[in-house]
């Protein structure tokens, strides 16, 4: 017969490394999803900038005028993105409450 001496009438408590990390993730989901769909301080364009002069620099080694124009992606894209991350944030800070309650 074990005594268990860290638990109380056998209900064990709940995960709170995973926890605390499942909240860090779903905040900065929130965080970095929010400030890309509501363009905030100018993220999403600031995105789209570093993603075509990373475009640029590639077609300048290859040699290719038309290669940083065919591979462009429009902003609702990052737009699209940034909810889907979003809104990942807000179900996990959700799911963060619901399994610390039980």
């Known amino acids: 017969m074990s005594v268990d001496l860290f638990s109380v009438a056998g209900h064990a408590a709940p995960p709170a490394r995973g926890l605390i990390l499942v909240c860090v993730f779903g905040v ?16 999403t364009d600031a995105l789209i900038r570093m993603r075509q002069a990373k475009l640029e620099r590639e077609a300048q080694k290859i040699m290719s005028l038309t290669h940083a124009e065919r591979r462009a992606l429009p902003t609702w894209f ?17 799911m963060d409450v619901f399994l610390y309650a039980y």
């Open 28 to 43: 900065l989901g929130v965080l970095y999803g929010g400030a890309l769909v509501f363009n905030v301080r100018g993220a």
């Open 78 to 94: 990052f737009r699209v993105l940034g909810g889907i991350v979003f809104a990942s944030g807000v179900f996990m800070l959700f």
